[in-house]
C-alpha cells in the first residue's frame, strides 16, 4: 500500500501572542489550530498573523469544542501551558493551582484526537516546572504523556544563548511510539554488556540537561521510556545588549525626582558598581528589577551585557527598568514593547496599541530563537526523516485516561 507523506502542520495550544508561530514559520511548519484563551492575545496574534480563521478563543477543558476545530493528522502539538502555579506568583501550588494545572485539559485534546493524535509533541514552561512539589509535577506530567504512547527527552535552553535576556525554560519534546525512526536513540537500545547509546547521548548534551533535570529523568520511570536525538548544547551568539535598548535622547527617561528615587534604592555595592561606570565615562547599559530584600524596596542593576527575565507587568516593581550611564549622566525609564520584542527575538513583530497588552504577551511568550534552535535540531529532523521513510511502526494502544 502506498504510503502518504505527512503534511507539515502543528497545533500550538496556549498560543498567546503566536511567538512559537513566529519561530516555526521560518521552515514550513503550517499552523493549523491555535487555541488560547486571551482574547487580548488574540487580537496580537491576529495583528501579526493575519485573520486567523484557525484561531481558536477557548478554554483548553472545552474538549469537544475543541477537536471540533481541528481537522485532519497534524504532525506537531506545542504546549506553553501556564507557568503561574510553578513559580512564586502562584504561591507554588503546582499542578493544585486552577493555571497550571490546565495540562492535563491538553493531555484530555491529545486523548480526543485519539489516532490522529501529533507525532510529535512539544512542552515548555519555567525551571519551576522542575521543582514544583519537589518533582512531583514534573513527574506526574511526563509520565501522563509518556502514557499516551509517547518517548519523552527533556532539555533547558537558555534565551542567552541567543539573545542578550536571561531566560532559562524547560522544554519536554515527545516522539509517538508509532515513529520508525532510526534517529531517535531510545534508553535500553544498547546491547546489554556495551555502552549505552541513549545515556551516551545524553551525556553529550551536556548543559542542555542540568543536575536536578538528570536526577528527575534518572528516577522517573514511564511507561515508554526516555529518548533522544542527541543534541549538542548551543553555541554561544555574540551580541550586545546596547544594540536592542534605544539609548537616544527621544526615549521617555524619567524626571529628576524619580531618577533620584530609584537611584536612592540603589545597594551600596550596586551604587559602587554605577558610580565606578559614571566615573570611567563612554557609554553602558543596564537593566534594574525593583526587588523587595528584608522589606526594603531596592532596585538592582546589573551590567553583564543580559537582561534580566522578562515578565509580565503585574504592579510596577515586576516591569524591567533600562539604566543608561552616558559620559557620566544616570538615567531610567521603563523598558519599552519594542526592546521586550528584541529580547524575545521577534524585533519586528507587531505591537498592540496599548503598551501594558504588549509587554503582557511578550512577558508570557518564547524566545522565538530558542524555538527556531529546538526546531532545527528536534523537530524538523524528525519530520523529515517520517517523510523520507513513508513508514511509521504498529501502535501499543497504550493509554490513560485523565479525569477532568
Not at 72 to 87: H, I, N, R, W
Request: hydrophobic fraction near 40%; charge should be positive; proline fraction near 5%.
Amino acid at each position: 500500500m502506498a504510503q502518504h507523506s505527512p503534511a507539515k502542520c502543528f497545533l500550538e495550544f496556549f498560543a498567546g501572542i503566536g511567538l512559537v508561530h513566529e519561530a516555526l514559520k521560518s521552515s514550513g511548519w503550517e499552523c493549523v489550530y491555535a487555541n488560547d484563551i486571551d482574547p487580548k492575545k488574540e487580537a496580537m496574534y491576529k495583528g501579526q498573523f493575519g485573520e486567523s480563521p484557525y484561531f481558536h478563543l477557548e478554554d483548553v477543558w472545552q474538549t469537544d469544542r475543541i477537536i471540533s476545530e481541528i481537522s485532519g493528522e497534524p504532525f506537531l502539538a506545542t504546549a506553553s501551558f501556564p507557568c503561574t502555579d510553578l513559580s512564586l506568583a502562584g504561591h507554588w501550588q503546582g499542578f493544585e493551582g486552577s493555571q497550571s494545572s490546565t495540562y492535563f485539559g491538553f493531555i484530555k485534546a491529545l486523548q480526543a484526537l485519539g489516532r490522529r493524535r501529533p507525532k510529535l509533541v512539544m512542552l515548555e514552561n519555567v525551571p519551576g516546572f522542575l521543582t514544583s512539589k519537589g518533582g512531583a509535577d514534573f513527574a506526574a506530567a511526563v509520565t501522563t504523556l509518556a502514557a499516551e504512547g509517547y518517548w519523552l527527552d527533556c532539555v533547558v535552553v537558555d534565551a542567552k544563548w541567543f539573545v542578550p535576556q536571561s531566560r532559562p525554560r524547560v522544554f519536554v519534546i515527545g516522539v509517538h511510539e508509532t515513529v520508525d525512526s532510526g534517529r531517535v536513540i531510545r534508553q535500553g537500545s544498547g546491547v546489554r554488556g556495551l555502552d549505552d547509546p541513549w545515556r551516551a547521548a545524553i551525556e553529550v548534551g551536556g548543559a542542555l540537561r542540568p543536575p536536578v533535570l538528570r536526577r528527575l529523568m534518572e528516577r522517573t520511570e514511564l511507561a515508554t521510556g526516555w529518548a533522544t536525538l542527541g543534541p549538542r548544547a548551543p553555541k554561544q551568539a555574540k551580541y550586545s545588549l546596547s544594540a536592542v535598548i534605544d539609548t537616544d535622547s527621544d526615549q521617555e527617561w524619567w524626571d529628576e525626582t524619580a531618577t533620584a528615587k530609584h537611584y536612592g534604592m540603589l545597594s551600596d555595592l550596586h551604587r559602587r558598581e554605577v558610580e565606578h561606570r559614571r566615573t570611567a565615562g563612554g557609554l553602558h547599559v543596564g537593566t534594574v528589577y525593583r526587588r523587595c530584600r528584608n522589606d526594603v524596596m531596592r532596585a538592582e542593576v546589573r551590567f553583564d551585557n543580559l537582561a534580566g527575565c522578562l515578565r509580565t507587568p503585574r504592579g510596577g516593581s515586576a516591569r524591567q527598568i533600562v539604566m543608561v550611564i552616558h559620559e557620566g549622566e544616570v538615567r531610567f525609564r521603563w523598558m519599552s514593547p519594542r526592546e521586550y520584542a528584541r529580547l524575545q527575538g521577534a524585533p519586528r513583530f507587531k505591537l498592540a496599541p496599548n503598551t501594558v497588552q504588549s509587554l503582557f504577551g511578550f512577558g508570557d511568550g518564547v524566545c522565538v530563537p530558542v524555538i527556531r534552535w529546538l526546531d532545527q535540531n528536534i523537530l524538523t529532523p524528525v519530520f523529515d526523516e517520517c517523510v523520507r521513510s513513508g513508514s511509521t511502526a504498529r501502535s501499543t494502544g497504550r493509554t490513560k485516561k485523565i479525569s477532568a
